[in-house]
């Protein structure tokens, strides 16, 4: 029971962070599957530190991810996979979220990116970095789109 209230009030405190978002600059835009395929193969996404958990998960090309949490009190890591169904993530922890499976909707304003909920309630903000090659496919005006990082190192 705890756990949901704590969903439902950092899902408000994001949906009035991306309120006041969209407010100064870009209107919200919920991205496609072929949006969503081509953002995170090979990216890293990073929970934007408003929360009292810190996330980091690693998107890789073959559909495989890992994952490392961080509060002031404790560390955690875990992998798992990934996969675009229509226009939603789904991501399958080994442990994290009970080991199920989770789809969301990815929305963009501006340079934040949030996750929605298939009955429509926020429940994170992230920063996106992108690898190079998907910096070099975007418009000169947005490389670096997610802003916030530099280009993944590829090897």
């Given at each position: 029971m705890g756990g949901a209230v704590?969903?439902?009030?950092?899902?408000?405190?994001?949906?009035?962070?991306?309120?006041?978002?969209?407010?100064q600059a870009a209107a919200i835009e919920r991205l496609t599957g072929d949006q969503l395929q081509s953002l995170l193969a090979g990216s890293v996404a990073t929970?934007?530190?408003?929360?009292?958990?810190?996330?980091?998960?690693?998107?890789?090309?073959?559909?495989?991810?890992?994952?490392h949490a961080t509060t002031l009190i404790f560390s955690s890591r875990d992998t798992g996979v990934w996969e675009?169904?229509?226009?939603?993530?789904c991501m399958e922890w080994a442990n994290w979220q009970d080991a199920r499976k989770e789809c969301v909707y990815v929305e963009?304003?501006?340079?934040?990116?949030?996750?929605?909920?298939?009955?429509g309630e926020f429940s994170s903000t992230f920063k996106l970095e992108m690898g190079r090659d998907q910096?070099?496919?975007?418009?000169?005006?947005?490389?670096?789109?997610?802003?916030f990082f530099p280009p993944v190192t590829t090897r």
């Open positions: 704590a969903r439902r009030a950092v899902g408000a405190m994001t949906a009035l962070a991306i309120a006041g978002l969209t407010s929970t934007d530190g408003g929360s009292s958990i810190d996330v980091t998960i690693r998107f890789g090309r073959d559909g495989k991810m890992n994952g675009v169904v229509g226009d939603r993530v963009r304003a501006g340079e934040v990116f949030a996750t929605r909920s298939s009955d910096q070099a496919a975007l418009p000169a005006g947005d490389r670096n789109a997610g802003g």
